[in-house]
């Protein structure tokens, strides 16, 4: 069944110029973009997002690298989006990551791991609209 889901391209992928190559394999998987955009993620939408990491050891490193550059948050859609996305982003740490996937290939550090997808469907509608209005998610 076709579902939406939400991902973030970080700051160390714009910064590389890594957007297009993240983008092209997020198509070539099949998934259609609905909404995208390039911003700078105040430190009030970086703490929503990411609201489930607060009190652990990695948070504060978690808001300021989020936070640190421009960011592109997307909103895509396909068959069975939030898994099929996990499944080609990769585990969270590029180093337990297999090769042919987005972190495996791109990832730099935990920290640094390329992008950020939501893992079920109602963090994919929580998170989303951290980023987007309703007006904002096209339908075509
Ligand atoms: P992301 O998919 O954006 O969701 C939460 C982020 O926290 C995750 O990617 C990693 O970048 C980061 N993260 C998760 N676990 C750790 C950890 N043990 N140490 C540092 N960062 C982590």
Redesign the pocket.
Known sequence: MAEKTFV?L?PETVKNRLIGEVISRIEKAGFKILAMKLIWASGEQAEKL?EV?KGK??YS??ISHITSGPIVPMIVEGEDAVNKMRMLIGA??PKEAKPGTIRGDLGIS??M?II??ADSPENFLRESKIFFGEKEVLSY
């Open positions: 973030i970080k990411y990491h050891s990695f490193e978690l969270t740490n935990i920290t791991n950020h997808a």
